[in-house]
C-alpha cells in the first residue's frame, strides 16, 4: 500500500520547502561583509581611481585567472553583458549567425540580438546540451560563432563540436554560467573555445548578486572585450585600435564579494556532488525515471537532479506532486526557448523596424516557429528538474528521496 499524495489531501513528505537553490549566495557571510565594509571605509567603490583604491575587481581577475588556469579574465556587470561583450571581441556584426541552443535561457539570444547578429537555433539531446548531428545541420556560410551552453553543471561534446568548427573555421564561445567549476577530459569548462563566459547570478554557484565574467588565452580578443566594456578606452592596454564601446564595467563591491566566493567554490561543489550522489543511489531504480546523460568526457558537478517522464503530462503531474510534497521541482525552462519566450518567437525588438532581423546586411531567411526543434520540445516537455543546495544535510537528502518514490509509487500503480 502506498502512502497518499499530499496533492491528494495526504501528509507531505516535509513540512517545509526545501532550501532555494542559491548555492554561493546561501554561503555568504562575514567573510563577504568584511569585504563590502572595507570598500566602504576606503571611499572607493569604482574600478578604475578612487582616493584609496583597494583594486578588488583586478584581485578577482587574478583568483580567476589561478582557479581557470586562463591568461585573462574579464569582470563585467553581468553574464548577459559578458556573452554580449565577447561576442563583440569576436567580431561578430550585422549579416552574422550565431548558432544558440534552443534550450538555455533567454539572455543566450538576446546578447546575440544585442551584438547585431541572428541566433539560429540547435536541437539539444538528452544531455540537454548541442545536439552535435542537427549542429552540422545549421551551419552556413554567415555562421560566425558557436555559442554552446554548459547546462546544468554538464559540459558538452566539446570535441565533436571542436572538429565541426574547425572544419568550417567558426569560432567557440562557450557559456558556463551554470557549470563554474565543471570539467571535460580534465579541462576547465570555459578554457577550451576562444572565449568563456560565467555568471555570478543570484542561483549561480558563486555569487555577487550579479555580474559576469569572461576570460580568454587570445590577448588580442581580451583587448577588444576590455575596450568594448569601458567605452573603448584604452586603459593600462596600449596596443589595437581604440573603437567606442559601451560601460559594462564591473565594481569594487562585486570584485570584492567575488574574491572571497571563488574560495568557497570547490566546497559548493563538493557538497552539492555528495548530496546528487545519495539522491541518485535512492532513485536509481525506480521504474519510470529516464536519467539525464552526462556527456562521455565530462564530470556533473550536481546543481541539480534531472530525469525524464514518458510524455509530458506524466511530468507535469509529478512535478506538481512533487511540490506538494514540498519537495521543489519544476520543468526548468518549460519548453524550447522559443516556447518559453515569446519575444524570441516573435523576433520582437526594442525598437520597431526589427533590426537585426530586417537588417539590409543580411542575407539568410531564418524564421522561427512553434515545432522547429521537434526533438528539443520533446525532451523539454518530459522533463523534471529538482535543483540541490549545497546547504543540503542528510535530511534533505532522505526527503528528496522519500518524495521522488512516493511520487513515482503512486502514479505508475
Request: one cysteine or more; proline letters at 5%.
Amino acid at each position: 500500500m502506498t502512502d497518499k499524495l499530499a496533492i491528494d489531501g495526504g501528509k507531505p513528505v516535509r513540512n517545509e520547502p526545501l532550501p532555494p537553490p542559491y548555492p554561493g549566495a546561501l554561503v555568504m557571510g562575514d567573510e563577504e561583509k568584511q569585504a563590502l565594509i572595507e570598500v566602504i571605509e576606503h571611499k572607493s567603490p569604482f574600478r578604475y581611481y578612487g582616493p584609496d583604491m583597494l583594486n578588488k575587481v583586478s584581485e578577482f581577475e587574478n583568483s580567476l585567472q589561478e582557479y581557470l588556469g586562463t591568461k585573462h579574465a574579464l569582470g563585467v556587470t553581468s553574464a548577459t553583458a559578458a556573452l554580449k561583450v565577447a561576442l563583440v571581441a569576436l567580431g561578430v556584426s550585422p549579416g552574422d549567425e550565431v548558432i544558440v541552443p534552443a534550450y538555455t535561457f533567454i539572455a543566450c539570444a538576446s546578447a546575440v540580438v544585442a551584438a547585431k547578429a541572428i541566433p539560429v537555433f540547435v536541437e539539444v539531446d538528452d544531455t540537454l546540451n548541442i545536439d552535435v548531428d542537427d549542429l552540422k545541420t545549421k551551419i552556413t556560410p554567415r555562421t560566425k560563432v558557436i555559442m554552446l551552453v554548459h547546462l546544468q553543471g554538464v559540459a558538452c561534446d566539446m570535441d565533436s563540436i571542436f572538429l565541426i568548427a574547425k572544419q568550417n573555421d567558426i569560432a567557440v564561445l562557450e557559456d558556463c554560467a551554470q557549470s563554474f567549476g565543471a570539467h571535460y577530459k580534465g579541462q576547465q569548462v570555459g578554457t577550451l573555445g576562444k572565449m568563456g563566459v560565467f555568471s555570478l547570478q543570484m542561483n549561480k554557484l558563486i555569487s555577487t548578486g550579479e555580474g559576469g565574467i569572461i576570460i580568454t588565452d587570445d590577448t588580442d580578443l581580451f583587448h577588444r572585450a576590455v575596450r568594448f566594456h569601458d567605452h573603448g578606452n584604452l586603459r593600462e592596454f596600449t596596443g589595437g585600435v581604440p573603437f567606442m564601446g559601451e560601460n559594462h564595467r564591473m565594481s569594487e563591491f562585486t570584485g570584492a564579494v567575488g574574491v572571497v566566493q571563488i574560495k568557497k567554490l570547490d566546497s559548493i561543489i563538493a557538497s552539492m556532488k555528495k548530496a546528487k550522489e545519495e539522491i541518485l543511489k535512492g532513485i536509481g531504480d525506480i521504474k519510470g525515471l529516464i536519467f539525464r546523460r552526462v556527456t562521455d568526457g565530462a564530470e556533473d558537478i550536481g546543481t541539480s537532479v534531472i530525469f525524464y517522464m514518458e510524455s509530458a503530462e506524466l511530468a507535469s503531474r509529478f512535478v506538481k506532486a512533487l511540490n506538494a510534497e514540498n519537495i521543489d521541482s519544476s520543468k526548468m525552462y518549460g519548453g524550447a526557448i522559443y516556447q518559453t519566450w515569446p519575444q524570441v518567437l516573435n523576433m520582437s525588438t526594442a525598437t520597431p523596424e526589427g533590426c537585426p532581423f530586417t537588417c539590409p546586411y543580411y542575407k539568410g531567411d531564418v524564421k522561427y516557429h512553434l515545432g522547429m526543434c521537434p526533438k528539443t520540445e520533446d525532451i523539454a516537455g518530459r522533463l523534471v528538474y529538482i535543483a540541490l543546495s549545497p546547504t543540503f544535510g542528510d535530511q534533505e537528502i532522505t526527503d528528496v528521496i522519500s518524495g521522488v518514490r512516493k511520487v513515482a509509487a503512486n502514479l505508475y500503480k
